[in-house]
């Protein structure tokens, strides 16, 4: 036995070792790819302080910076899991599912909660791009249905913050039938005069796009987030022209009349709270 590589080195070791390593204390921007610490990072919720990106935010986080004194109730939706077609690529839909519910803690890619906005009651109906990229499948559907008839019973405000590369392929039909469900149940919203306030953040797309999140009585964008139906470069392909640097961005659709407003994250709560001191008189 060698006392001093057996015992000693491994003490001297344990001594100098850092707990956290340099991967769980800092991340990069997607854009500029410098260096941000998580903890401030998280603090200036979730925007590079270099470049003022917009990267992407987690639900949990999402949820508090919205809510006031970060104080909201979640409302159940119920789950079951749905593999009308018995879909397999490169491994089964239903093991990409349990993946995803394990990265996230989450049954699906859709959350509903309710609470204060503004010292205003609110249902918000949230897409997390964390979750199989917020694609709307069966459960996204019926979520956004059930929110809706949520506001109607409470006779509040909806709003939904939108995240989504569109319809989830590997529910075939199943998921481009979400696209008139959601679109039925916004109809149901302008029934009950309920006002419907549709926050767009980076990217939304596809299906989502085409359906519930243009239809909002006023339409909100994050700053720079892609907003679009089908991608640039088959846009491209298709008409065979060049588009513009920003096509199909929030700043791009605002100048085109598409949307309503640009907003920056840190002040999203605080415009919604003042849209819905309008839209409740």
């Known amino acids: 036995m060698n006392w001093l590589t057996d015992f000693v080195k491994p003490k001297l070791s344990s001594l100098v070792t850092r707990k956290d390593s340099p991967s769980d204390l800092w991340t990069n921007c997607n854009k500029c790819n410098l260096m941000l610490y998580k903890s401030e990072h998280k603090d200036n919720l979730f925007v590079c302080s270099h470049c003022d990106n917009h ?8 949820l508090n910076s919205l809510f006031d004194e970060k104080t909201y109730e979640m409302i159940n939706v119920p789950f079951e899991n749905n593999d009308p077609l018995k879909f397999k690529d490169l491994k089964k ?3 990409r599912m349990k993946a995803a519910q394990k990265k996230t803690d ?3 890619a859709a959350i509903v909660a309710k609470g204060n906005i503004g010292n205003i009651e609110v249902v918000v109906f949230i897409l997390d791009f964390n979750f199989m990229g917020g694609s ?9 249905k059930i ?3 949520k506001s109607v ?6 709003i939904s913050v939108s995240s989504s590369g569109g319809a989830r392929m590997q529910e075939g039909i199943v998921s481009l039938m979400q696209l008139p469900k959601t679109v039925a149940a916004v109809n149901v919203l302008d029934q009950h005069k309920i006002p419907y306030i549709s926050v767009l953040t980076h990217p939304t797309t596809g299906g989502v796009s085409a359906s519930f999140a243009m239809l909002g ?6 700053k720079g987030s892609m907003i679009g139906f089908a991608g640039k470069r088959v846009i491209e392909e298709t008409i065979k022209e060049q588009l513009p640097e920003d096509f199909q961005t929030a700043e791009y659709l605002l100048d085109h009349g598409m949307i309503d407003m640009v907003v920056h994250r840190k002040e999203l709560s605080q415009t919604l709270s003042k849209v819905l001191s309008f ?3």
């Open 55 to 62: 990267m992407n935010m987690d639900v949990e986080n999402r």
């Open 93 to 95: 839909y239903s093991d």
């Open 106 to 108: 989450q049954k699906d």
């Open 136 to 144: 709307m499948g069966q459960f996204v559907g019926e979520a956004f």
């Open 147 to 149: 929110a809706c008839e």
């Open 153 to 158: 019973e409470l006779k509040c405000p909806f």
């Open 217 to 222: 009585d006023i339409i909100i964008a994050e």
């Open 279 to 281: 839209v409740k008189k």
